[in-house]
């Protein structure tokens, strides 16, 4: 088994036949691994499901030790774009080798990640030409909506989940993208998780595990 991203690879407790992925991609200056913990107590709900948790293809430009699926350094909307286009062909590559390892159907791969991983998530998802099965995001936001709007091909179940005190993402960016989706006839479900800041918390890892199980059909 051979990806062009450096993976860390979780199995649902199970141990059978492989019938669901999830890819979850980290934020900014995180790794792999580090989005990897939300597994923990999936795995033991989620039969027949692979966790694949890749490491962003750039080192992130203000943590040489963590990774980035985009360059944050520069405030220009153009370079940020560029940076998001070439991170969504790596990802879809990558969703790609996936599908070739494990004998899996793009209906059968759920797409989520975490602040800037949820960024890219919700970007690849709805202009990917072949629909996954669902969106999954954590404190993230539409990067830009009048670039993203006319690229869209897949309207594709969605489930975004964001903190009330969210000091790095606004939380107002839930409200955001909840429109943005509304305006596209984007089937979305959002969660504003109380007294939560810039993190993943139990109730936020709850409600989206209950989120997989209904769109893996793994209840």
């Not at 293809?57 to 944050?72: A, R, V, Y």
């Not at 830009?144 to 489930?159: E, Q």
Request: charged fraction near 25%; hydrophobic fraction near 35%; include cysteine.
């Amino acid at each position: 088994m051979k990806f062009s991203l450096n993976t860390s690879i979780i199995r649902s407790d199970d141990k059978d036949e492989i019938k669901n992925a999830i890819i979850l991609l980290h934020g900014y200056g995180g790794d792999g691994k580090d989005i990897s913990s939300l597994t923990h107590s999936w795995k033991r709900h989620l039969k027949n499901t692979i966790f694949l948790c890749p490491d962003g293809h750039e080192n992130c430009s203000i943590n040489p030790n963590g990774f980035q699926w985009f360059d944050l350094s520069s405030e220009n909307l153009a370079d940020i774009l560029n940076g998001t286009y070439k991170a969504e062909k790596i990802i879809n590559n990558y969703i790609e080798e996936v599908k070739v390892n494990f004998n899996l159907d793009d209906s059968k791969i759920c797409l989520g990640g975490f602040s800037q991983g949820c960024m890219i998530s919700i970007n690849l998802g709805l202009t990917r030409s072949k629909k996954l099965n669902s969106i999954l995001g954590f404190s993230g936001k539409i990067i830009d909506p009048n670039d993203l709007s006319p690229r869209i091909k897949s309207k594709i179940d969605t489930l975004l989940i964001h903190g009330d005190m969210d000091q790095i993402v606004p939380p107002s960016c839930l409200l955001d993208a909840k429109d943005f989706f509304i305006r596209n006839k984007i089937n979305i479900d959002t969660k504003m998780i109380k007294n939560c800041d810039h993190h993943i918390s139990v109730e936020a890892s709850s409600y989206a595990l209950n989120f997989l199980k209904k769109n893996l059909n793994n209840v």
